[in-house]
């Protein structure tokens, strides 16, 4: 495939997974992506002989964005803290689109799960690349035995957040929900200080 050729992929996997956020993956079509798009069906089978064909596509390159997303912040903040600040202040930071759409992420898993879909475990690998590295910054602030639990916890409140914000198109609840996380996470990284004295 020639350099136009991977642009015009390209192109079609940014307009399916907008296209899968918004409408829902079960909603979206072919034609709905080709039309977005402004290519033929036939230019398009070229690329992609299947939905699902373009649902993994959508999946590697959300992996990739949320990989690349948490390594800069593992380069550019020396303190664990705030790099799960960073994390939680993901839903402040698209707050319009969660108000609208809910999390790119669970919409997606949530989705995939009621269809029992067979790529519903490609699809978690989102959640868990968060979770594993949630856990390691946990553990560098001396949550030796519960990271990996508070990190699924960190995951469930953002997650509930983003479902919450969505269903009653409220911002000031994620504003404020996210105010509660940040002093929570700060509970729990002091009670361990204490107890670890």
Same mark, same amino acid.
């Given at each position: 495939m020639g350099q =136009?050729? &991977?642009a015009l992929r390209q192109r079609i996997v940014v307009s399916a997974d907008q296209l899968f956020y918004q409408k829902g993956y079960e909603?979206?079509?072919f034609s709905d992506i080709a039309d977005d798009v402004g290519i033929s069906r036939g230019n398009? @089978? @070229?690329h992609f002989k299947s939905k699902d &064909?373009?649902?993994n596509a959508v999946i590697e390159t959300r992996l990739a964005e949320i990989e690349q997303m948490l390594n800069e912040w593992s380069k550019q903040y020396t303190d664990p803290k705030q790099r799960i600040v960073e994390h939680i202040d993901i839903l402040t930071n698209h707050q319009d689109k969660i108000k609208n759409h809910g999390c790119p992420v669970g919409s997606l898993c949530a989705e995939l799960a009621k269809q029992n879909h067979s790529m519903l475990r490609d699809a978690n690998r989102m959640f868990a690349v968060q979770r594993d590295w949630l856990t390691v910054q946990l553990k560098e602030l001396g949550l030796e035995k519960e990271a990996r639990q508070v990190a699924m916890h960190l995951l469930a409140r953002s997650q509930g957040i983003a479902t919450l914000t969505n269903a009653? &198109?409220?911002q000031n609840f994620l504003r404020q &929900?996210? =105010?509660?996380l940040k002093q929570w996470l700060g509970e729990q990284i002091q009670g361990q200080n204490k107890s670890g004295n």
């Open positions: =136009k050729g &991977e909603s979206t079509s398009f @089978y @070229y &064909e373009i649902l009653f &198109e409220d &929900e996210v =105010k509660h």
